[in-house]
């Protein structure tokens, strides 16, 4: 397994609008490979999802660490080719930061619960609803597929602020929201 190089906010791949992947290409040792390495990377730079985009890969595949996985249970989601739908019409507002626009956060609107069809690392249909935080995290990796961050979807640009300060003076107030 290899920690692969994260593209940045200004990487054209992050403004592109992601492939397909095939499904006969997902048995594929590189692409296996390429979702193991995705997923070492999300755990080595803490990150709570990443898309392929921010590996330079432009395909529609991500990797994500759902609040609701056990302690135990370490194994990351892995969506290739996810549709998402919203379940209703609720949208909750909470803080955000993305591993391509480092030490960033910023407060965005997203719907609160939606339904994930997509494609298991094994070539398998999954689907399933998710809510709160892992409604959260899918949605903005769909987004990166979409070619889209998190800044675009803000209403309000005057929540932007640098991590140490949204230490010092949001992290408190916010806490319960996350
Ligand atoms: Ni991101």
Redesign the pocket.
Known sequence: MAILKVSRMGHPVLRTIAQPVPEDWIEKEETQRLIDDMIETMDEYHGV?L?AP?VHVSSRILVAQMLSDTEDAIEALVLVNPEIEPLNEEMETAREG????PDVRGRVPRHLAISVRAIDRNGEAVSFEAEGFDARVIQ??VD?LDGI??LDRMEDLSSLCFLDEYGRYWADEEEDEE
């Open positions: 999802g898309a921010q993305c591993l391509s626009i903005h990796e990166h961050l998190y």
